[in-house]
């Protein structure tokens, strides 16, 4: 279950990308992204209850690494995740000058999906040194295909994107295993 769908021309944002990214588990995350700009705002729907501290701080290390700019966060003990992050991005920043730019993070643990994906698109903005690199937004769900299924649709009803599902891509259980839509296999209107 890591399907990557990349759905820039169907974001309503002019000149950003999105991304949407279902992984079966945090370990899982990719190496190599493949997105549009040199930062990215991340949106992690995990249950993060049974994620041991060495994987978190793995991960951490690794969104670091390819351009987090600012990391949004939803499910249970999601703050752990959150802590982590912060600490990673002060731990590489220890000798650097005042006014270093600095990674932003939330964390919606007991908030409803839908609100957490409402302050993801209209809130979260990355540090002002990110303003002309930070132009790709990328949201994901760990372990849970109803939640990717469920922040896809909620994207679409808060008008983030500009067609509907049945036309940008089939819905996961319609495509076979691991496999990404191209614009030549996604119906047309």
């Not at 670091?64 to 949004?72: F, H, I, K, P, R």
């Amino acid at each position: 279950m890591n399907d990557v769908h990349h759905l820039t021309n169907e974001f309503v944002k002019p000149g950003q990308s999105l991304h949407l990214l279902n992984l079966e588990e945090l370990a899982a995350w990719p190496e190599d992204l493949q997105l549009a700009s040199p930062h990215f705002r991340l949106f992690l729907a995990c249950d993060a209850r049974h994620i041991a501290a060495e994987q978190t701080q793995r991960f951490a290390d690794k969104i670091l690494d390819q351009g987090a700019a600012y990391v949004s966060l939803w499910g249970p003990d999601s703050y752990r995740i959150d802590t982590v992050i912060e600490e990673a991005d002060s731990l590489r920043n220890l000798n650097a000058a005042p006014g270093r730019p600095v990674v932003a993070t939330s964390w919606h643990r007991t908030e409803p999906l839908k609100e957490a994906i409402w302050f993801f698109l209209n809130c979260t903005e990355a540090d002002p040194a990110f303003q002309n690199t930070c132009n790709t937004w990328l949201a994901a769900s760990i372990g849970n295909v109803q939640w990717f299924d469920d922040i896809w649709h909620q994207l679409e009803m808060q008008g983030a994107m500009r067609a509907p599902r049945k036309q940008v891509a089939p819905r996961r259980q319609e495509m076979p295993r691991g496999t990404v839509p191209s614009s030549d296999q996604r119906p047309q209107a």
